[in-house]
Each structure stands twice: as structure tokens, then as C-alpha cells.
């Protein structure tokens, strides 16, 4: 079945330092998506990629999806105790047989730990 | 705009007692999911409902766990005879249709099996 692996599994920065989570999937996604899960917290939807080398930017956010829709990466520019949480990439398989049902599989997520 | 409502939000079972699950998903939302989460873990997919139908239950255990998702009333993710084991994070998400749709998921149920 389809596995999207992420790393790092957990990533400690200084305060204004620059943070970068990657993920990979085994076969081709349809989209991606990212999600962030405050500690305690429920996952929260970022923003979804679609198309082939896409790039998307939310403020020190920037989000690219990989030529061949087998890796994504999210990079936070400048971190801040903000930014502390879990970071989750899931990847949409393509339609399964006709149907408009595509899993989303999670991949493990970047634990992510600001220090002021 | 309630978003998608899980009660209780902790649960404390004794081993060998049921558990159960509530979910409301939001106002449209007629897709709804559930995932597990263990500590500094992922999470894990387990079950994909629509109204009265169960899509996708490749992820739940094939033994103690339940799903369903009646016409009328909230989704219920069920567990008999609970284990140690059972012990996580269960959460809930909806969406108004699949395919680009992203989730929007509940506050989670933690479940303690003492």
C-alpha cells in the first residue's frame, strides 16, 4: 500500500533559525496536503499542493510539491515560539477505480521545538 | 460555524469495558474519518464513512472496533472489551466531499484503559 515517509522526525531550533520538513511518498499522489497540530491540540489544515512543481507561500511559510508528485517538502523561514508543533504532510492517492474516493495517508510527522 | 464536535474528550475505561466515540461532523459535511494517534506518533487512518455506508475500514483492527454513521445522529467509533493497548488518541475529521477536500478534525477523544 502507499507509505509517505517525513523527516526529520523531530527538529530542536534556535529562535529566528530556518526549519525544513520533507516527505516522500511511495508511489504518485493526486495532492498533498499539510496539516499543523499544536502540542495538545488537533491537526489543522495548512494548505493543499496539486500540481506538478507547484510552490505555495504563507507568509515565512513556503510549500513545494516535487515534479514527479512523489515529495513535498515545507520550509519556515525565521521560526518563532509560534511555530512550535507538530508538522504533518498527507498525501492523496489518485481514484481508485472511477470512484472519486483517493485515501489521504499522514505521514508521521516533524515534531518541531523553538527555543527562545 | 460549529466545526466538528467529539465528546467525551477523555475517556477512562476499566480493560474488558466498551468504549464510545461520538462525533459530530460539521454543519455540510457529510464525510467523515477517524484516525488514531499514540504519543509523538502519527496518525493513523482507520476508518472512512459516508451516511450509512462504511467506504473504507481498511485501517480499523478486524476484531473489537466498529464504525458507523447513521442517517440521523453523530458517527460512532466503537471498541468492546477494551485493552491496554487501546489507550491513544482517537480523532475525527469531515469534509464536504472527497478527492481536494481538506479535513477538518475534532478536538479528539483520549481514551485511558486503566
Known amino acids: 500500500g502507499q507509505q509517505v515517509m517525513q523527516i526529520p522526525q523531530y527538529q530542536h531550533v534556535q529562535e529566528g533559525e530556518d526549519f525544513t520538513t520533507y516527505c516522500n511518498s511511495s508511489t504518485t499522489l493526486s495532492n498533498i496536503q499539510w496539516y499543523k497540530q499544536r502540542p495538545g491540540g488537533h491537526p489543522v489544515f495548512l494548505i493543499q499542493l496539486v500540481k506538478s512543481g507547484e510552490v505555495k507561500k504563507q507568509k515565512r511559510l513556503t510549500f513545494q510539491f516535487g515534479e514527479a508528485k512523489k515529495n513535498s517538502s515545507l520550509h519556515i523561514t525565521a521560526t518563532q515560539t509560534t511555530d512550535v508543533g507538530t508538522y504533518f504532510c498527507a498525501g492523496r492517492s489518485p481514484n481508485a477505480g472511477g470512484t472519486s474516493y483517493g485515501k489521504l495517508t499522514f505521514g508521521q510527522g516533524t515534531i518541531l521545538t523553538v527555543h527562545p | 460555524n460549529a466545526g466538528v464536535m467529539q465528546n467525551p474528550r477523555h475517556l477512562v475505561r476499566r480493560r474488558g469495558q466498551e468504549a464510545r466515540l461520538r462525533c459530530s461532523p460539521m454543519?455540510?459535511?457529510?464525510?467523515v474519518y477517524w484516525y488514531r494517534q499514540l504519543p509523538e506518533e502519527g496518525l493513523k487512518f482507520m476508518v472512512y464513512?459516508?451516511?450509512?455506508?462504511?467506504?473504507?475500514e481498511s485501517g480499523m483492527p478486524k476484531e473489537r472496533f466498529s464504525a458507523e454513521f447513521p442517517k440521523e445522529g453523530p458517527s460512532i467509533l466503537r471498541i468492546q472489551q477494551v485493552v491496554r493497548g487501546d489507550s491513544a488518541a482517537y480523532f475525527c475529521a469531515s469534509s464536504p466531499q472527497v478527492g481536494g477536500s481538506p479535513l477538518h478534525f475534532g478536538n479528539g477523544t483520549r481514551l485511558t484503559v486503566t
Open positions: 464513512l459516508q451516511k450509512e455506508n462504511i467506504i473504507d
Open positions: 454543519k455540510g459535511h457529510s464525510h
